[in-house]
């Protein structure tokens, strides 16, 4: 099974396409900016095949007794590593379907890894510290990203045709936290604004 | 009612003693009500206060009470909701293991029921079940934040307490509930100073104040407080509702007012007797003087009672003064009434009591003969201490019966005797015997003394006291000249009932009841009637015939023959007229009082009727008359005789006779009495005055008529005497105005047979 998607994913990958860049700005019912939500497009034409890579690291460190990143994008079958960067020990875990582990007690400066093989969103808490929180997005098509302070997101080489446009927030109502909408990418590069409601609370399970 | 009202209330009671305590009952009374109403506001409303008060202490309990039990559960529901493990068992639905937690803990912490609520509504609880409405509502408030507060489980009012479980994110709640029952009221209630009533209602009547407010409940009324709680339901609004009956409140204070009451009512009881007893001495002695003023009033002569020395005392005490003065005046009154000053005897009063007192008393009077001359000779005071010692000497032979000095001169005696003959004897017994000298400042004076005897009178009798009656026996037995005689009522006559007969005259003038009978007088030398006298009759219409000596002399005393010979002078010469007209030329005789002769207006009258009339009269009247005022009876029978009336001097001999009087009044006529005319026939002394008293009369130069002519014998003598008139039943008695006009018209020969 998994071969076979994998085969899926390289065939569709090798199609020849034109790639344009996608700008999604992500704005409140007040028009205000909203970071940390996780902006991810699949073309119709699918997902190109082999293990997906993004710029950035694939880590949520504890820091000051907090999750940092708040939010972060991990590839699917990829490993996120937990550095402990705190003098204290803390208890990592996750009950969320799909990526349900748990991280016991560790110190300062040790690290430890879990492989989220399922997309989805997987909550982190602290089994010592409750206030801690944080959200890791597992997604399965490489355009994914996180909007930033001014809520933008910028979505690169995106192939041109049909595509859905999603957008998580751990606050944004909708069902399970998520705006799904189809778009049509073409080789210019498009902006598009997404406005939702960012009051409701998280759903995870 | 008014006050005033309320005073003349009490002043209606008759008693002074109910009034007094009626008072005072009231008074203090009203002091008592007044202090008891005091004392049961002031009570009550530090009852109020103290319920107020506690109430919303108990209140504040209730709140701190709820936030420390929400407090605990709360805290043993955030234990769980932190549980790692039950946190992995409710994120992976692990509903057996999520079941037993919650059991667990329920258990542990003591509450009725457990639940875990998803943020999806989905329910895993324990120990209670509440319906789809009920989660909703309850996952709508923990929504929206509240985490606290009160859920209605099948009509159960529960209190909720909610833990978030964040896995790491929300994923539900833990939600402890615990019933809100009568058992957890009951140890609110246990915490209370005051046994209040404490229950959790929804939707309370009252709106939820932290003020404790009095309202009307089945046990009465009742003080309530309640305070809103936290509800699940918006809609709803839960509240604890701490009730206070004040009868509860009242009821420590209940035996103070039964001692308040007790002593009122004992207060009241020994103010009762106090006052009864207090006003009784206050009373009585007012009482006593009350009651010897009514007996004082019926006559009896009481002491009352000096009991105290204060005023009521002293009034007594002037009270009783006042019947001794009242006493001794009534009895120098009494003496002095039935007492002679003068003699110091007993009086005509005492003396009447004495005969009262018996029936078969008699009153004997005893008067002293000649009593001014005696009086006169040895004086006054001598004559009272005479009659003092006559007194005692009568009484004294009377074996001391009662004595009285009656009058003047008069001394009476009352004695028993069973009928008037043998009180008579009695009487001229005393009087013989009682008439030796009284010795008077040493010398003895003689007297004398007649007896009148009265018993007592028969019913009717014009005069009531026996002592009048006695009087009037003294009078008539001195008239009889006897020592003694007893009142006789017939001699004595009825001079009241003449005296009205008096007042009637004049009437009897105007009704015609009076006429004038014309009697006859017989001329010698024309041996006919030649003239009449007129008499007056009174046919009274109820006593009848009344003598003329009775009216005519009572005319006389009462001053009324005046008008009585006025009318008689008009009458004669009216009838004159009327025989002239029948054919009789006669001379009427009036007769004329001696009173008359005094009265010149009479005169004019008469001389002015004669002169107006020209008729014939003849004056008829009495030598005595004339005698009594000479100068104007000689004057004024002048005047009759120079007015052509001729004078008759009537009843000569009879009375006085004086020749100077005689010689001069002018009469043309003497009428000779007929006391002599009627011994005529057989006396030859009365016809010698008779033969002599008309040469006499003859030799004034005066006609004679002899009165009282009644046989032939003394018509014929008188006749032979050269008599001129005569006048008697003989020739004619007076008769009406009719009879002597058809005597008048008679033949003559039957007339002149008679007289001859």
Known sequence: MRLLLTLLAALSF???????????????????????????????????????????????????????????????????????????????????????????????????????????????????????????????????????????????????????????????????????????????????????????????? | MTLSGLFHRFSTFRNLRTRLTLLYMGLFGLALTLSGIAVVTAVTSSARHMVRDEMAAAGAVYGQLWEARSSQLRQGASVLARDYGFREAVATDDAPTVRSALDNLRTRQGVDGALILGIDGHATQVGVQPDAAALDL???????????????????????????????????WVVFAERLDAGQMRNLERLSAI??????????????????????????????????????????????????????????????????????AAGLALLLGGTWVLSRGLTRPITALDEAVHRLQHGEYVQAPVTSADEIGRLAASFNAMVGDLKDREAKLTHMALHDQETGLPNRLSLERQAGAHTDAWVVLFGVDRFEVVRNAIGYDSMGRLLAVLGARLSALADGAPMARVGAGSVGLVIIARNKAEALEAAEHLAGTAQAPINVNGAPVDITLTAGVAGHGAAGS???????????????????????????????????????LISELMTALSEGEVSLAYQPKYDFRAEGITGVEALMRWTHPRRGVVSPDLFIGMAEETGHIRPLTEWAIRRAIEDQKTMA?????????????????????????????????????????????????????????????????????????????????????????????????????????????????????????????????????????????GCDLAQGYLIGRPVPMAALLERLAAPADAAKAVIR
């Not at chain 1, 990592?92 to 349900?100: D, E, N």
């Not at chain 2, 929504?143 to 479980?165: K, M, R």
């Not at chain 2, 309640?226 to 809609?235: E, H, I, K, V, Y």
Request: glycine share 8%.
């Open chain 1, 14 to 205: 090798a199609a020849p396409a034109v790639a344009g860049d996608l700008t999604v700005s992500v704005r409140d019912a007040a028009g205000r900016p909203v970071r940390d939500a996780v902006v991810t497009v699949h073309p119709a034409a699918g997902v190109p095949r082999g293990p997906i890579r993004f710029p950035w690291a694939s880590r949520m460190a504890q820091q000051d007794v907090r999750f940092l990143p708040y939010v972060l994008i991990a590839p699917v079958g990829g490993a996120v590593a937990f550095p402990n960067l705190d003098r204290v020990r803390h208890h990592v875990y996750s009950f969320s379907r799909g990526a349900r582990f748990e991280l016991e007690l560790y110190g300062r400066d040790e690290t430890r890894s879990h492989t989220f093989t399922t997309p989805g969103v997987a909550a982190l808490g602290c089994n010592i510290h409750d206030e801690m929180l944080a959200y890791i997005k597992v997604v399965d098509t490489p355009w994914a990203m996180k909007t930033d302070t001014a809520g933008d997101a910028i979505l690169r080489g995106v192939p041109a045709g049909g595509a859905t446009l999603r957008v998580w927030h751990p606050r944004l109502a909708g069902r399970g936290n998520e705006l799904a909408r189809p778009l049509t990418v073409s080789a210019a590069p498009a902006r598009h604004t997404i406005f939702g409601d960012f009051t409701a609370r998280a759903v995870v399970r």
């Open chain 2, 138 to 172: 309850l996952l709508r408030g923990l929504d929206s934040g509240l985490e606290t507060g009160v859920l209605t489980i099948d009509g159960q009012p529960f209190q909720v307490v909610a833990a978030p479980v964040n896995a790491p994110v929300l994923m539900g």
């Open chain 2, 195 to 264: 046994p209040l009533s404490a229950a959790v209602v929804l939707n309370p009547s009252q709106a939820s104040t932290d003020r404790p407010v009095t309202i009307d409940t089945p046990e009465g009324p009742s003080m309530q407080l309640a305070r809103a709680l936290p509800d699940f339901d918006p809609t709803a609004k839960a509240a604890l509702l701490l009730t206070y009956p004040l009868h509860r409140a009242m009821k420590p204070y209940e035996s103070l007012f039964l001692w308040l009451a007790a002593i009122g």
């Open chain 2, 462 to 500: 014009a005069l009531t006291s026996p002592v009048d009656r006695a009087a009037i026996a003294l009078d008539q037995a001195r008239a009889a000249r006897r020592a003694a005689a007893a009142f006789d009522e017939i001699a004595y006559g009825d001079p009241g009932g003449n005296l009205s």
């Open chain 2, 581 to 721: 007209a029948a054919g009789h030329v006669l001379t009427v005789a009036v007769n004329i009082s001696g009173r008359l002769l005094s009265d010149e207006s009479f005169a004019d009258f008469a001389v002015n009727e004669v002169a107006t009339s020209g008729a014939d009269l003849c004056f008829e009247i009495t030598e005595t008359a004339v005698m009594d005022n000479p100068e104007t009876a000689l004057r004024i029978v002048d005047r009759f005789a120079d007015a052509g009336i001729s004078v008759s001097l009537d009843d000569y001999g009879s009375g006085l006779s004086s020749l100077t009087y005689l010689k001069r009044i002018r009469a043309d006529e003497l009428k000779i009495d007929k006391s002599f005319i009627l011994g005529l026939d057989d006396s030859a002394r009365d016809g010698l005055l008779v033969k002599s008293t008309i040469d006499l009369a003859h030799g004034l130069g005066l006609k004679v008529t002899a009165e009282g002519v009644e046989t032939p014998t003394a018509l014929a003598l008188l006749r032979g005497m």
